[in-house]
């Protein structure tokens, strides 16, 4: 019994006690104060603040999460000339009083956090209002994240031989950029150790599934995001092994930039480059899917047997330069080398140091390889799309669709801006629906430009009327034909034949599309010498062939000429590249189509 207790005195608030009765239910908490939801920093800036008030309405549109991140990052505010031009015009004293904001008092912080929650308070909604406010602010987030965020979207493919740890590389790009917190980590490096692999625990932020874990292979395309200050990311990890080829091409065609992963080990490199490596057949695909860039980064090279020497690294760089320029890359326009650890991070994020490699620093300082950049971040900030016109035809080639409350179709815009509300036409089918809703992962959207990864509900559509390889188009709509006179290079042939000829069958894969085809006429064969013969009858490894294939069914595409993006496909049977081509000509439109 404490005897410096005070006199006891019971509850107003109290409810009788009964014996044996049961407990009354408990009173409930009070809603908080808006003003404990907002973070400390948050609630630290002066809402009168000219340079405040500037970031969060004209740079970030209202988003206050991304307003108090950028003022508070120096480095990334100056980047903008908006800022710039208010600090030269600001007073000396404005600037004195900004520098001095952190010391003000913490009482009169407080009380003038009070008042600004009393003007923030409103009447009293009348029933059912509730609903219609919640839209109204869900429809001026999505403006804010689509049109007001000023940051270009690029959509990243790792890929490379197996092993050559493209999962690891991904995994840790989000774990540097804070998307993956060390709890998270921790438990993924326990449930490597448990299977003797303990260099796999980035790999698993990538690979979800059991048989990925268990075989360390990636099967299925790995989806993730990230963000810095000038881009947002969305990373396409894409599966190594030969068997999944098809999952690749499918993550490829969506991709702008290509992350060429190439092991510096001694073996796992001359493993995948040399005939039958999945190397030199994912460089292929990738600018045959229409990559943009591709950046060469060589792996491993904190290995025991590479030590970061420049030698290895040289010899790499060397042996992939002319089979790069076979594909048809220009490489100083659009292919850049860099060496890194992507298990460890070294030029990642952050350059290696020089007293683990003494030749980088030099070697990015001069230019050399094509890079003038020391990290793998920093390098993909500075790449710039060209062709993306928002003001085109829209068309969204259909990844895959699923149904939630109606049909939603996912694929990512080549072309056009596309907004709720409008009417957009799916080929093949020529079917019309409305879009009800639109989003980028979970968030809802007010328009979509081209680039970004979206999600389409359509009004009326049903799981048989949007399947994979369909195009969502607004008018006028792409064609949609099943004969078509191409241009292709023969690659490699199946084990049974060889020569290409009349009749030859494989996988017609472009965009999203798979089909079975048919070569069934060739019009003229051009050999490695330049020479032309017409009226060919076959045609061999390393040729270039004009010629007519016929689709099984009707596929939507369009010239190379008028849409890239629809133009490109490739050929593929009994696991084997055979051919990548363009698409010349269709066949006259008929009548009323």
Known sequence: MNVNAGEWKPSAAASEWTPGGAAPAPTPAPTPAPARAQSSAASDIDESDPLWQLVLTKICNGDRDRATKLINNPDALMKYPEVEELIASMPSAAMEEEEDWEKADADSADAALAGKVEDMKIDQPASGSGASLTKKQSSAMAVDVVEGDPREHLNLVFIGHVDAGKSTLSGNILYLTDNVDKRTIEKYEAEAKERNRESWFLAFIMDTNEEERAKGKTVEVGRARFETDLHRYSILDAPGHKNYVPNMIMGASQADVGVLVISARKGEFESGFDKGGQTREHALLAKTLGVSFLVVVINKMDEPTVKWSKVRYDECVSKLRPFLKGCGFKIKKEVKFMPISGLVGHNVKDEVDPKVCDWWSKSWKAGENNTDKPTLMS????????????????????????????????????????????????????????????????????????????????????????????????????????????????MDLPDQAKVLTAGFQAVFHAHCAEEEATVTNIFETTNRKGQVLKGARFANVGMTVICMIELARTVPCETYEDYPFLGRFTLRTEGKTCAIGVIKKLPPKKAGK
């Open 379 to 490: 390098l993909l900030d500075t790449l710039q799309m060209k062709g993306r016109d928002p003001n085109a035809p829209v068309r969204i080639p259909v990844l895959d669709r699923y149904t939630d409350r109606g049909t939603i179709a996912m694929g990512k815009i080549e072309s056009g801006t596309i907004r709720p509300g409008m009417k957009v036409t799916v080929m093949p089918t020529r079917q019309v629906y409305k879009v009800d809703a639109l989003w980028s992962e979970e968030t809802p959207l007010a328009s979509a430009r081209p680039g970004e990864n979206i999600l389409v509900k359509l009004n009326g559509a049903g799981m048989e009327d949007v399947q994979k390889g369909f195009v969502i188009c607004s008018n006028p709509p792409c064609r949609s034909v099943d004969k078509l006179i191409c241009q292709i290079m023969v």
